[in-house]
């Protein structure tokens, strides 16, 4: 497992990228990716996330950058193993070690590589504004 941090932004750019909002329709269908798991999300369409991220991160104005963006990725040997579920664990277990918690969450899997991974969207504004 190999997880890479990566740039932090707004929350329309982030999910607009991991939900294929901005991709090619005919290439990424709906079967080349799924959210595999949420908390404190309103809905599961693009706009809704978006909006959730957004109405999260107005909690605290000081922070410019609100929402994360984490990617992991696994060998292609481990795909049978791979199951949804076993990819949520991974991903909580990994949110609370590195002290992601009490915030929004999205969690996003792309199907469509040869490598497969996951995405972790989460607000570094707390549910507390911290």
Do not use: C
Not at 61 to 80: C, E, N, Q, T
């Amino acid at each position: 497992m190999i997880a890479k941090i990566l740039a932090k932004g707004a929350a329309a750019d982030i999910v607009g990228y991991v939900m294929r909002e901005f991709h090619d329709k005919e290439q990424f269908t709906d079967d080349t990716w799924r959210v595999i798991d949420s908390d404190g999300i309103l809905g599961n369409d693009y706009r809704r996330i978006v909006d959730s991220f957004d109405i999260g991160a107005s909690l605290n104005k000081r922070i410019s950058k609100p929402i994360g963006h984490i990617a992991v990725s696994f060998d292609k040997a481990d795909l049978p193993r791979l199951t949804d579920e076993f990819m949520v664990q991974l991903a909580k277990e990994y949110m609370e070690r590195m002290g992601i918690r009490d915030t929004q969450y999205l969690i996003v899997r792309h199907l469509e590589t040869g490598s497969p991974h996951f995405h972790i969207v989460y607000n570094r504004v707390n549910l507390h504004g911290k």
